[in-house]
């Protein structure tokens, strides 16, 4: 494996293009652009759909802002790892690299498991993605955060355990660049889901205007 | 160095005929070649959707098909000709033409390119075969809310539509990744952005509108397939979904969506024009800045598709002004192809009258455009045939016969043959009568008031006349790609070999042998100019055409890469079987039932399946080196 990813090194010479962005990581920015339409389209859903639910739960109701400080704090200390990590990628330090990626893995997944307990807990309480518009946007705009976290922590843990062995390469720091892009970005999504849905939508509740919009919708 | 730690269950294709050199390719002109067969074998199903839907509207109270079989040749006669003919076929032409224009080798990400080929295949594929299984969508192709929730759009059609185009949607946004990174960062030394050509340019615009308008399609098919198999509420009235949500996340990926579909004609165009009429492109700065301003502002103008919604007098007049400004662009782009025409020495071959009829048809449909830019008289368009003359105008009078010019003067360089000229120029007329009797009567028809989408009319409207020219122009077109077919028949079977430069061409692909080495340019190519490949042939006229010095024209530099065997990015299985599972991992949602209780939900067995195999393939995909040993 390692002798495979070494042969690949020797041929691919970094930065030797038009802009001295390496291709793979020109296609990171761009995915990332792309990114940005996608999480952009679901949370102005989530907006426009604030404070629209016809019925219960209503976000105060279940929104317990606390723990999802503490998941966000974990979310954010592990950028806060990443850049570590990469800091001593790029001092050619493996055994500190790998230790802080492995850090950003288990800081990104502690994240996910409050996200499985925040969702096993809301379902309990009664709200699933079929019970309101709040709990139809909530899961699917969080889960799809969440995908792209638990896809991150595959591929930190891959890179941890399968690609930094032997010695650092400018390729394999390059990889933890684009990783590092990757991680900043999903971090970054989560602040705006995290003040969208956390702090703007807690008092959101039942509100007369839901019952007009839906007479208006139904043409009562 | 040959241990690969990973299990290479499946052994790299080796060899370069045969089906399995298909299915393994990565190699940019096949892969091109790929697309526009299957593009074409699309245009054909699509066209016969359409020649049933003409047929059926031939007369008066017919009823050669059902309002049920109606609705779903429509809605799949515009959603085949949209997805699955005009933007592969331009994908065909980027794959083909883009990396040779800027002297490259291949593109960026050589296996990425042959997963978005897979990935489309696939994806049509499912989509075509709602036929079979229970019936095609049948919502329309911007598939409004809440006509396709489940209580309007019981069984499976829609739910095929939804989940078939997201994966064509995954399949144009790889692609358009792939294309972005090999224009911005593959050019050959030399060529700066000003000094590409501007079909690259139109490449390049084309691939940013794709990889930010995607992505809102995108949640916008997943918003509508979790509300079809999950049971969400996101366009459900009843829970107060809004239905408008679905029709502004439609259209804002819909209107940059037109652009994606002409902005490649556009580019075609520009580089035939210059070249049959021997000129240098007339105002190459401003073609340029037309085609990133058209990208830019295509996305404020999305709710005049919605000035009938209701969405007040201030968002109609804000879409009505930014509607009016995006022409602005547009006819410089046309003034300058008529600024490149004009006192040039015409060769009037087929790729130029497919040109020339390309400019006046877009014409047209470009000020009935205009007309319905403005509310009030959009308000007696919306909904009739007049909207369906102006987009066909538009779509067919432009993409495809600025598709088929690209055809007709790309094809020597792609198979080392001339298309027949006497052929070409019966698929010509043809084709442009034909189309003009189709279409032309519609405008009639809609201000006369027929409404879009009824399968049948009553008599003594005034349409049958209309109606019975339009079917009869059908059938000419019908006759159009016929002679085309048969044109491309004759021309593989004969012995002829075209030039490698039979147009006297001014960009980079008529510097190299038709067809094209697998590797391309022997020798990267050193660019000094636009058009740099003209002015190497004619360097006595770089003075006077560009007001620069000339210079001896040095083309060849040592090869950058280094040390004379070429390395080509070698054969893979992997893009296929990633394409694969990625597709039946999304297919597999189809099992999910609705009507179940969401406590009872079961694991969607299928999508399991395909998330193993695909991630299998990524795996393989990732540890397999991009050049095998000793391959070349």
């Known amino acids: 494996m390692a002798q495979a990813a070494t042969v690949q090194e020797q041929h691919g010479h970094i930065a030797d293009t038009n802009t001295g962005i390496s291709n793979r990581k020109l296609l990171m920015w761009v995915f990332l652009a792309s990114d940005c339409l996608f999480f952009g389209s679901f949370i102005a859903t989530y907006l426009v759909y604030r404070n629209e639910s016809l019925a219960g739960p209503y976000p105060n109701e ?101 690609h930094f062995k032997g010695a650092l390469t400018s390729r394999s720091v390059e990889d933890l660049e684009m990783a590092g892009l990757y991680w900043h970005f999903v971090d970054i999504v989560w602040i705006i889901i995290f003040t969208v849905i956390y702090l703007i939508g807690f008092s959101d509740g039942e509100g007369i205007e839901t019952i007009e919009h839906a007479a208006s919708i139904i043409g009562g | 160095m040959t241990t690969i730690a990973f299990p290479t269950l499946i052994s790299r294709p080796t060899s ?19 697309y526009g067969v299957t593009a074409f074998l699309y245009f054909l199903i699509g066209g016969i959707e359409a020649l049933v839907i003409r047929g059926q509207l031939s007369t008066a109270e017919n009823d050669m098909v059902s309002p049920e079989i109606f609705n779903q040749l429509f ?51 499912f989509l075509n075969m709602s036929f079979f299984l229970g019936g095609a969508p049948n919502a329309g192709w911007f598939g409004y809310a809440n006509l396709t929730g489940n209580t ?63 992505p809102v399609i995108a949640v916008a098919l997943i918003q509508l397939g979790l509300d079809r198999v999950l049971g969400t509420n996101f366009f459900n009235p009843l829970a107060g979904g809004d239905p408008v949500l679905w029709q502004h996340l439609f259209w804002l990926f819909g209107h940059p969506e037109v652009y994606i579909l002409i902005l490649p004609a556009m580019g075609i165009v520009s580089e035939t024009l210059p070249v049959f009429s021997k000129k240098p492109l007339f105002g190459y700065p401003a073609i340029v800045l037309a085609g990133a301003v058209i990208g830019f502002m295509g996305w404020f103008v999305w709710s005049h598709h919605m000035f009938t919604v209701g969405l007040g007098p201030a968002a109609n007049s804000a879409f009505t002004i930014s509607t009016m400004l995006i022409a602005v662009p547009t006819g410089v782009k046309i003034f300058n192809w008529m600024g490149t025409v004009w006192g040039g020495k015409l060769h009037l071959n087929t790729s130029m009258m497919f040109s020339l009829g390309f400019i006046a048809m877009f014409v047209i449909g470009g000020l009935s455009g205009v007309t319905h830019a403005s509310p009030p008289t959009d308000a007696q368009q919306q909904d009739t045939y007049y909207i369906v003359a102006h ?54 028809l809609g201000l006369n008031g027929m409404p879009r989408r009824i399968s049948t009319y009553a008599e003594g409207m005034g349409w049958e006349t209309s109606n019975a020219i339009a079917t009869a122009g059908a059938m000419l077109i019908a006759v159009s790609v016929l002679i085309f077919i048969i044109n491309v028949i004759r021309t593989i079977s004969s012995k002829q070999e075209a030039e490698d430069d039979p147009w006297d061409g001014r960009t980079l692909e008529w510097s190299i042998p038709s067809p094209p080495p697998a590797y391309n340019f022997a020798r990267i190519p050193q660019v000094k100019s636009l058009d740099d490949y003209w002015y190497t042939k004619h360097p006595e006229l770089l ?44 297919i597999g949602f189809m099992e999910i039932r609705v009507d179940i209780p969401s406590t009872d939900l079961q694991l969607p067995w299928l999508s399991v399946v395909g998330i193993v195999v695909g991630m299998w393939g990524l795996l393989g995909w990732i540890f397999e080196p991009v050049t095998a040993e000793g391959g070349h």
């Open chain 1, 62 to 162: 279940v929104l317990d802002i606390p723990i999802t400080s503490v998941s966000t704090f974990v979310l954010l200390m592990s950028s806060l790892a990443m850049v570590l990590a990469l800091h001593y990628a790029q001092k050619d330090q493996l055994g500190l690299t790998r230790f802080w990626i492995l850090a950003v893995a288990v800081l990104g997944a502690i994240f996910l498991g409050f996200q499985v307990f925040e969702f096993t807990t809301f379902v309990n309480e009664g709200l699933t993605i079929r019970s309101n518009l709040f709990g139809t946007t909530f899961f699917i705009l969080t889960g799809f955060h969440g995908l792209h976290v638990l896809m991150g922590v595959l591929w930190l843990l891959g890179m941890a355990f399968a």
């Open chain 2, 16 to 34: 370069y005929t045969g089906l399995w050199s298909w299915i393994g390719t990565v190699d940019h002109k096949r892969i091109g070649t790929l």
């Open chain 2, 75 to 125: 809605t799949m006669h515009g959603t085949t000709m949209v997805f699955m003919v005009v933007m592969p076929m331009s994908a065909a032409f980027f794959n083909w033409m883009v990396p040779l224009m800027i002297g490259a080798r291949d593109v960026a990400f050589p296996r990425l390119n042959a997963f978005s080929y897979w990935a489309f295949l696939f994806g049509t594929i």
């Open chain 2, 152 to 214: 309007y759009s019981p069984g499976d059609g829609v739910t095929f539509w939804a989940l078939g185009l997201t994966i064509l949607g995954v399949a144009s946004l790889a692609a358009s990744f792939n294309f972005i990174v090999t224009i911005l960062n593959m050019r050959a030394p030399g060529m700066s952005l000003m000094k590409m050509p501007v079909f690259v340019w139109m490449a390049l615009v084309t691939n940013v509108l794709l990889a930010l308008a995607m």
């Open chain 2, 391 to 444: 987009f066909h105008y538009v779509l067919f009078g432009g993409s495809i016969l600025g598709l088929f010019a690209g055809g007709y003067y790309w094809w020597p360089k792609m198979t080392g043959k001339r298309l027949g000229e006497s052929f070409g120029k019966w698929h010509f007329w043809t084709m442009l009568i034909g189309f003009n009797l189709t279409f032309g009567p519609m405008h009639w």
């Open chain 2, 543 to 586: 003075h006077d055409e560009r007001g620069e010095q000339t210079e001896s024209p040095a083309p060849v530099e040592e090869d950058s890469h280094g040390g004379g065997s070429i390395h080509l990015p070698s054969m893979s299985y992997y893009p296929f079987v990633v394409a694969i599972g990625m597709s039946i991992g999304i």
